[in-house]
């Protein structure tokens, strides 16, 4: 029954807590066999950039200062609350791992094994002068379009 | 017409302007007949925590820790925008008793009377240290997966 | 196909890349022939604020200061994150430049060039103590209930 079922996500936001959030619904849903798409737009993409991959080359003075400044990946992803300079992500942290929780680059990494598709917004590559290389493997690039045709035929659609 | 639509909200956001809008939205909703159901993770569980049922025990010092930093019921969230240690959202709370409009306990209450149900993700209640006993009455607790499950069948879904 | 398509658009927030990424989605929506309507709410209505037609004239001593602290128009608007000052919206908009991306107010102005219609929540209205006069041409009053019935008929729900 849940088969066609869709879910689509966009997650706009680079908080490790909101991150968090999406991929639970994202991993929760591929479990009850429901298609899943995240548009990732913004301050979202900072989660697809791979630590190992950053390049400064071809860019311009703004988007190298920019490339330095917004965060590297899913670990370093500030929280969207009570970050208190690190302590109070470093607080959740503790606690997750107290409750066997895993880590938001699990997430991340469970989500694409169970067939979660990522889609970096074409617009928001471009503006923040970041790069497909630089990303996850696996990532498509997708405008705004593609994404509403897509989320039209979604039954959830949320923006995180 | 309207007796069986469904609105179901997420709210993940523990700030006081926006887990206004989403009972607005909700008690609107339950006037027009339709089915709301509220899904509180993360910093929205701090809505439901009863000032009077706060406690420390079986906790972690983590779990202490953060019960304390963190607000405890609706009166005690921030603004998201312009909070200014407090003053914009005394300067908002003025403006809504110069409108008569209630305040965010009123509207809290009004939903559980109006009909709307609330629930609390139990991954967020786990990592968060929180425990049910601390929570307003009627309150239960929803896997991630139940929340799709009954988001699947509502008209309208959306995350605050 | 796509002719009775609905987007509804909740714009809560009062950010410069928020509101971006809105108005992208209203603005792609709209060239394929989807319907789109944005409820502006809460701090969404500072984008609608016409920097020339501000008056405090008729408000309380709060209104009048909030009037006075709250963002007068798209670019007034900060950044969700990294606003740092003022400094990132800067980088930001340089590198937009560089990529011949429109400005917060272009996209704004092309939204209504192309029909997507604008309503300004009536409550958030009171509250805040805006005028609809001080507001942009052609947006009309609507109330949360207003909201909730034209959201049930759209294919796609976002809050923002």
Not at 61 to 68: R, T
Not at 84 to 103: F, N, S, T, V
Request: net charge negative.
């Amino acid at each position: 029954m849940n088969q066609k079922k869709k879910l689509s996500l966009i997650l706009f936001s680079g908080e490790y807590d909101k991150a968090m959030a999406a991929l639970i619904l994202a991993n929760s849903a591929r479990q009850m066999d429901i298609t899943v798409n995240i548009f990732f737009a913004f301050w979202g993409l900072c989660l697809l950039r791979d630590p190992e991959k950053m390049s400064l080359e071809d860019k311009t003075a703004f988007e190298k200062m920019f490339s330095i400044v917004a965060p590297t990946g899913p670990e370093d992803l500030p929280l969207s609350k009570m970050n208190m300079a690190g302590i109070g992500k470093a607080m959740l942290k503790e606690m997750m791992e107290d409750h066997d929780a895993p880590e938001l680059s699990d997430f991340l990494k469970g989500a694409q094994k169970k067939g979660v598709k990522f889609f970096a917004c074409k617009l928001s590559l471009e503006v923040m002068g970041f790069k497909l290389e630089e990303m996850l493997p696996e990532v498509k690039i997708l405008t705004a379009k593609e994404y509403l045709k897509d989320a039209l035929e979604a039954n959830i659609q949320l923006f995180i």
